[in-house]
């Protein structure tokens, strides 16, 4: 039974709580937060008896295998190296850490100490990325991608998310060097680093700010940003976060030599894109009814995986903590390899630098 | 001071949420009250124009202090507390989710609290909840919701982010009351309506399918027009004899749930809805209630029996103590409310 302590308790710590209620042979013994009242309301949902407000006080009263830490990114660094320090696993939550001099010592530490630690990577982990993993390990794609593009998209209206952090310059997103840019984009670079070389030739990075975020009286916050990379195998990637596109995108696409794939996260779906031609019109009749068939077939799929139980909201963070934990039980590599996390956040360090930090 | 307010009108009085839908009417009374020593706490973010033009309208509003800042800094909260004798604190968490309606709720209202104690000079808080906090599961189709009905017990069952802040909220503030000695008064407020707010509210149904379902259709709705919610939540700071006392807010002549969506359909615009019987919308809670806690949260219990209860099942209400206590009596009738909240459809929203 592994025994998990959450350190901050705020709204992304429900989810957690809910995805580790979903796994087996693991049990939540303790809380935290600097705010005892926050911890004590999730304790009381719950029914966890032990909340602190002081991390080394959970960490020597209740020894967890696992610490979560849920805090905003600037307390990553410290908390998740007291918790190496004194001994537990940790899973930190995205973005990994502020910069990537930090995410590469808190790796550096873990290994020294034979713990583990992980990125909250979770959307890497859908139903739709994991059959795409599966596909692009066939073969499918007939060898490294030649391009991919990851689009994500926001909604400024997000009464949850957006508006406490645009109506508030004091709100702790506003203090990262990349502000909201630097609070969402790691899910969606995350997902190009699985496929880029660890030698990155070139990064481009431009931001700028949407006419609605204009309109909304803000002048410190970039809320649109293209960034175009090239790694030594030359291999392209274009990401894409928008806070204007509609319908909202959250797509990965990859372009290889024999086929190309597109992951949706929005509607759950992998599309193949088969290397074939058709003669003549027929390329107008035959290429659209297998796209309606495969789209039939992701309906399908989830359909199934719903009354499987197997698909609900945060799925992905349900499978990467499980994997994570998994690899803590065998002794195996984590989930998410590390070189991913140090390249995740080696280019946000480098789109930050580019697009001028706080300042528009 | 006069005989029947507990500070005299030169004294401060804070309002938080002073910019909201019932706030403004709170700052408007306290004017006409003869009250212009005002401090109204606003978030850097809002839109001040509803503030802005009902302070225009009273020439002594002139020394009224508008101060920007968040309730989550107890700098802040100091600031705005500083010499203040009565608080009205409407400002509330209605962050969908859990974590951000205690938040909203709790941690703002400890630190209010905390630097009222410190540095005002309390003599009352008003502390606005919500009919939220009541739970009717276990009271009959009918009888009477008072003041001393049972509150939620589980508030995480009943799957209400809001109801769990004030839930909380109230907690806490009972608690100063008793630990420190805070002298407060908490308001339970119905369904406040009138102009400014548009929407038709939960207790008549549900449109989350995509089409309106209504429940309950003659059940009386715990109404009151937000000018007699806010005289309410005014008088509650300014009458002696009645701290730690709590009341629920309605209006008189209440209307069914078929009265209210006949006069909306008949003004506003026509629709379909399906209706459906309280017993059938109880089971069908039930079952989505089973589902989500045997496929552990797969379908989030949005529908649940606490929630059917709350908002379909059906209760009487009293406002006899709010005007025994309080010497309330509705400024504006039940008739000529309907008509206001109607009449702000022939605008554009605004």
């Given at each position: 039974?592994?025994?998990?302590?959450?350190?901050?308790?705020?709204?992304?710590?429900?989810?957690?709580?809910?995805?580790?209620?979903?796994?087996?042979?693991?049990?939540?013994?303790?809380?935290?937060?600097?705010?005892?009242?926050?911890?004590?309301?999730?304790?009381?949902?719950?029914?966890?008896?032990?909340?602190?407000?002081?991390?080394?006080?959970?960490?020597?009263?209740?020894?967890?295998?696992?610490?979560?830490?849920?805090?905003?990114?600037?307390?990553?660094?410290?908390?998740?190296?007291?918790?190496?320090?004194?001994?537990?696993?940790?899973?930190?939550?995205?973005?990994?850490?502020?910069?990537?001099?930090?995410?590469?010592?808190?790796?550096?530490?873990?290994?020294?100490?034979?713990?583990?630690?992980?990125?909250?990577?979770?959307?890497?982990?859908?139903l739709e990325?994991?059959e795409?993993?599966?596909?692009?390990?066939?073969?499918?794609?007939?060898?490294?991608?030649?391009?991919?593009?990851?689009?994500?998209?926001?909604?400024?209206?997000?009464?949850?998310?957006?508006?406490?952090?645009?109506?508030?310059?004091?709100?702790?997103?506003?203090?990262?060097?990349?502000?909201?840019?630097?609070?969402?984009?790691?899910?969606?670079?995350?997902?190009?680093?699985?496929?880029?070389?660890?030698?990155?030739?070139?990064?481009?990075?431009?931001?700028?700010?949407?006419?609605?975020?204009?309109?909304?009286?803000?002048?410190?916050?970039?809320?649109?940003?293209?960034?175009?990379?090239?790694?030594?195998?030359?291999?392209?990637?274009?990401?894409?976060?928008?806070?204007?596109?509609?319908?909202?995108?959250?797509?990965?696409?990859?372009?290889?030599?024999?086929?190309?794939?597109?992951?949706?996260?929005?509607t759950g779906s992998l599309?193949?894109?088969?290397?074939?031609?058709?003669?003549?019109?027929?390329?107008?009749?035959?290429?659209?009814?297998?796209?309606a068939r495969i789209h039939f077939r992701n309906a399908r799929r989830n359909f199934f995986a719903f009354l499987g139980?197997?698909l609900?909201?945060?799925?992905?963070?349900?499978?990467?903590?499980?994997?994570?934990?998994?690899?803590?039980?065998?002794?195996?590599?984590?989930?998410?390899?590390?070189?991913?996390?140090?390249?995740?956040?080696?280019?946000?360090?480098?789109?930050?630098?580019?697009?001028?930090?706080?300042?528009? | 001071?006069?005989?029947?307010?507990?500070?005299?009108?030169?004294?401060?009085?804070?309002?938080?949420?002073?910019?909201?839908?019932?706030?403004?009417?709170?700052?408007?009374?306290?004017?006409?009250?003869?009250?212009?020593?005002?401090?109204?706490?606003?978030?850097?973010?809002?839109?001040?124009?509803?503030?802005?033009?009902?302070?225009?309208?009273?020439?002594?509003?002139?020394?009224?202090?508008?101060?920007?800042?968040?309730?989550?800094?107890?700098?802040?909260?100091?600031?705005?507390?500083?010499?203040?004798?009565?608080?009205?604190?409407?400002?509330?968490?209605?962050?969908?989710?859990?974590?951000?309606?205690?938040?909203?709720?709790?941690?703002?209202?400890?630190?209010?609290?905390?630097?009222?104690?410190?540095?005002?000079?309390?003599?009352?808080?008003?502390?606005?909840?919500?009919?939220?906090?009541?739970?009717?599961?276990?009271?009959?189709?009918?009888?009477?919701?008072?003041?001393?009905?049972?509150?939620?017990?589980?508030?995480?069952?009943?799957?209400?982010?809001?109801?769990?802040?004030?839930?909380?909220?109230?907690?806490?503030?009972?608690?100063?009351?008793?630990?420190?000695?805070?002298?407060?008064?908490?308001?339970?407020?119905?369904?406040?309506?009138?102009?400014?707010?548009?929407?038709?509210?939960?207790?008549?149904?549900?449109?989350?399918?995509?089409?309106?379902?209504?429940?309950?259709?003659?059940?009386?709705?715990?109404?009151?027009?937000?000018?007699?919610?806010?005289?309410?939540?005014?008088?509650?700071?300014?009458?002696?004899?009645?701290?730690?006392?709590?009341?629920?807010?309605?209006?008189?002549?209440?209307?069914?749930?078929?009265?209210?969506?006949?006069?909306?359909?008949?003004?506003?615009?026509?629709?379909?809805?399906?209706?459906?019987?309280?017993?059938?919308?109880?089971?069908?809670?039930?079952?989505?209630?089973?589902?989500?806690?045997?496929?552990?949260?797969?379908?989030?219990?949005?529908?649940?029996?606490?929630?059917?209860?709350?908002?379909?099942?059906?209760?009487?209400?009293?406002?006899?103590?709010?005007?025994?206590?309080?010497?309330?009596?509705?400024?504006?009738?039940?008739?000529?409310?309907?008509?206001?909240?109607?009449?702000?459809?022939?605008?554009?929203?605004?």
């Open positions: 039974m592994l025994r998990i302590a959450i350190v901050g308790c705020g709204k992304i710590a429900d989810q957690h709580v809910q995805a580790i209620g979903r796994i087996a042979d693991c049990r939540i013994v303790s809380l935290c937060d600097r705010e005892i009242l926050m911890a004590r309301q999730l304790g009381e949902r719950f029914n966890v008896q032990e909340c602190f407000s002081d991390l080394a006080e959970l960490l020597t009263k209740t020894s967890p295998d696992v610490v979560h830490i849920t805090t905003p990114p600037q307390s990553h660094f410290s908390l998740a190296k007291q918790s190496l320090d004194s001994g537990s696993h940790v899973y930190l939550e995205k973005p990994f850490t502020v910069t990537a001099d930090e995410a590469q010592s808190l790796i550096r530490l873990a290994e020294g100490h034979n713990l583990k630690i992980t990125a909250g990577h979770n959307y890497q982990f859908t990325m994991i795409m993993r599966q596909l692009v390990a066939k073969g499918f794609l007939g060898g490294n991608p030649v391009h991919m593009e990851s689009y994500w998209s926001y909604n400024l209206q997000d009464p949850v998310y957006a508006k406490p952090v645009l109506g508030d310059r004091k709100h702790w997103v506003r203090q990262l060097p990349g502000q909201l840019l630097h609070n969402i984009v790691s899910h969606g670079i995350a997902k190009l680093v699985e496929f880029l070389d660890d030698e990155l030739i070139e990064i481009v990075a431009k931001a700028h700010q949407s006419p609605e975020l204009l309109r909304l009286g803000e002048e410190e916050v970039f809320d649109e940003l293209r960034v175009l990379i090239r790694d030594a195998r030359g291999t392209t990637a274009f990401f894409c976060f928008s806070s204007q596109i509609k319908p909202g995108l959250n797509q990965l696409r990859l372009f290889g030599l024999d086929g190309s794939v597109l992951v949706d996260h929005t599309i193949p894109y088969v290397n074939r031609s058709y003669k003549s019109y027929l390329t107008y009749f035959i290429p659209p009814i297998n796209s139980r197997r609900y909201q945060d799925y992905g963070m349900k499978e990467l903590i499980e994997r994570f934990y998994n690899s803590i039980r065998s002794n195996a590599q984590p989930a998410i390899p590390y070189r991913e996390i140090i390249l995740t956040a080696r280019i946000m360090d480098e789109v930050f630098t580019q697009i001028g930090g706080n300042t528009r | 001071m006069n005989a029947v307010h507990i500070i005299g009108p030169n004294d401060l009085i804070l309002i938080t949420g002073s910019n909201g839908f019932i706030g403004v009417r709170v700052v408007q009374l306290l004017l006409e009250y003869g009250f212009t020593n005002l401090r109204c706490f606003v978030r850097p973010s809002s839109e001040l124009e509803r503030l802005r033009e009902t302070l225009n309208r009273f020439p002594a509003a002139k020394n009224v202090q508008l101060m920007f800042g968040d309730l989550l800094s107890r700098e802040d909260c100091v600031k705005a507390a500083t010499g203040v004798s009565i608080i009205y604190h409407l400002a509330a968490g209605f962050d969908k989710s859990f974590a951000g309606a205690f938040m909203g709720s709790v941690l703002t209202t400890r630190n209010l609290m905390d630097a009222f104690l410190a540095h005002g000079q309390p003599k009352r808080f008003v502390n606005v909840s919500s009919f939220a906090v009541y739970s009717n599961l276990n009271m009959k189709r009918g009888s009477l919701l008072d003041e001393s009905c049972p509150l939620e017990d589980a508030p995480q069952e009943r799957f209400n982010a809001y109801g769990f802040g004030k839930l909380k909220q109230e907690e806490l503030v009972k608690e100063y009351g008793t630990k420190f000695k805070l002298p407060f008064v908490i308001l339970r407020p119905g369904v406040v309506f009138g102009p400014g707010s548009r929407g038709l509210n939960g207790r008549m149904g549900t449109d989350v399918f995509g089409f309106f379902i209504n429940v309950g259709g003659s059940n009386v709705l715990p109404l009151t027009y937000v000018e007699n919610c806010a005289e309410a939540i005014v008088l509650a700071g300014l009458r002696p004899g009645i701290d730690g006392e709590i009341f629920n807010v309605v209006d008189d002549e209440l209307l069914t749930s078929n009265q209210f969506l006949r006069a909306y359909k008949k003004t506003v615009k026509s629709f379909h809805f399906i209706w459906l019987p309280y017993t059938v919308a109880y089971c069908f809670s039930l079952l989505w209630e089973y589902y989500s806690r045997k496929t552990k949260g797969q379908l989030p219990p949005a529908f649940n029996r606490r929630r059917c209860s709350a908002e379909w099942k059906g209760n009487r209400y009293s406002n006899v103590n709010l005007r025994q206590r309080l010497g309330w009596k509705p400024r504006v009738n039940m008739e000529k409310a309907m008509a206001m909240f109607l009449e702000q459809f022939e605008r554009p929203a605004g």
